[in-house]
């Protein structure tokens, strides 16, 4: 049987793979869409683990979630973990018996979601194919079997490749988002909230990804006739509102039910985001722009992939003045609000909706399979330590100077 003809094999591994974040949920949406007739998936993740070395708290598995990949008939493997220790650049396991569970020489493809440094387990996969797909740029794996690297914007592809990622290993694959057609409720009646212009975000139940910029800019407008709704997110959103004595902010329990999440967003007027790091292609905002929710952001020290993703759709601004701006502007300039509004549909429609994405992604698992490892020269000088292309560099200059070397290393290796 030829390669195009049976079925591929995708192992998918994300620790914690199971919870409603926005990475696990990318996760989970592709597996899960993935034309059954062509692959066959699966899915290995493990609940909850406490970091060595930090503070960071991992999401727990969300049954909701389960509940989504069952009813697609994904094939669950759950493996163990103690901990995940992060004082070691490559974030050893403690305690896991994820190799008693997983074989690479059972897989044609291996699918990751990760913030692109040298990890474990995935560094001692030297074989099968790796499409990575990167999340946080907190460094660069150029790992010879890394097939193909996914982002989810060109600035991510820019700012991984100017830490030493191989381009030539890129491709842009946006946030599929996979939204029912229903009529959703919004929660207006139940929160108090008929008749008023109502501003909100959700966000992961996480303290280092609060920002104070959005409730702060609120505050400078708020008045009896406006609300602003948070669902989930950090416990500090909650002591800030105390603290600048919000009369109308509402706080609503992380979920991972996508009903109550789209009641959620049916209920707000603009989608006024604020986090800390930044972000890369916010699946949130995504979701947003499905509403027609204009979007108001600001720029983070850290990650800007939202500037390119919001497009037409709203503005990431750099100054609480200029976020409070443009909340006041949203709600008094109908014309410019149903501006933003119909560009955050049109956006949604073009680059979210899983029938745009699916397909894309399709196609790179089909060509990895027809040429796993292109550029073979390039591709192991990319993967070899930084002083071994030091020494091999100071080589190839003495034998141009010393016996008039003319071969162009610069055209083999494909950088010109």
């Not at 989970?28 to 290995?44: C, G, H, M, W």
């Not at 103690?82 to 974030?91: E, G, N, W």
């Not at 914007?153 to 939204?179: A, C, F, H, L, Y």
């Not at 006024?272 to 972000?279: Q, Y």
């Amino acid at each position: 049987m030829s390669e195009l003809k049976r079925k591929i094999k995708v192992a998918f591994i994300k620790p914690a793979g199971m919870s409603a974040g926005g990475t696990e949920r990318f996760m989970q949406t592709i597996s899960a869409n993935l034309p059954k007739e062509r692959f066959e998936v699966d899915y290995f993740y493990c609940d909850a683990m406490p970091y060595i070395g930090g503070e960071f708290k991992v999401s727990e598995t969300d049954p909701l979630r389960m509940d989504y990949m069952r009813r697609h008939n994904m094939n669950l493997i759950k493996f163990h973990m103690k901990a995940k220790d992060i004082t070691s650049p490559v974030h050893p396991w403690v305690d896991t018996d994820f190799w008693a569970v997983f074989d690479e020489n059972k897989y044609d493809i291996i699918q990751t979601a990760r913030a692109g440094h040298k990890e474990y387990p995935f560094y001692k996969i030297r074989h099968t194919p790796i499409i990575d797909s990167i999340h946080l740029v907190a460094g660069v794996d150029n790992q010879y079997n890394i097939a193909r690297v996914m982002h989810l914007n060109q600035w991510s592809v820019n700012k991984w490749t100017g830490q030493g990622g191989d381009r030539k290993r890129t491709v842009i694959i946006i946030n599929p988002i996979e939204i029912p057609v229903k009529n959703y409720q919004d929660l207006r009646s139940q929160l108090g909230l008929e008749g008023k212009f109502v501003y909100g975000f959700h966000q992961r139940a996480d303290d280092h990804l609060a920002s104070e910029i959005p409730l702060q800019a609120y505050k400078q407008i708020e008045d009896q006739n406006t609300g602003f709704v948070i669902l989930g997110g950090s416990q500090k959103y909650r002591r800030w509102a105390k603290e600048l004595g919000l009369k109308n902010a509402h706080f609503l329990p992380a979920t991972g039910d996508e009903d109550e999440i789209y009641r959620f967003l049916k209920t707000l007027n603009v989608f006024a985001h604020g986090r800390k790091d930044g972000e890369l292609n916010s699946r949130a905002m995504g979701e947003g722009m499905f509403f027609g929710l204009p979007i108001v952001s600001h720029i983070s020290e850290n990650n800007n992939g939202h500037v390119p993703s919001i497009g037409e759709a709203g503005r990431v601004v750099d100054t609480l003045e200029e976020y409070v701006a443009e909340m006041q502007r949203l709600r008094q300039d109908t014309g410019y609000y149903n501006y933003r509004s119909e560009a955050a549909k049109k956006r949604f429609m073009s680059h979210y909706a899983i029938e745009t994405n699916i397909g894309q992604i399709t196609s790179v698992y089909e060509d990895v399979i027809k040429n796993p490892f292109p550029y073979p020269v390039r591709r192991f000088f990319y993967s070899l330590h930084w002083t071994q292309n030091i020494r091999i560099a100071l080589a190839w200059v003495y034998l141009k100077v010393k016996y008039k070397f003319h071969v162009d290393i610069l055209k083999i290796l494909k950088l010109r």
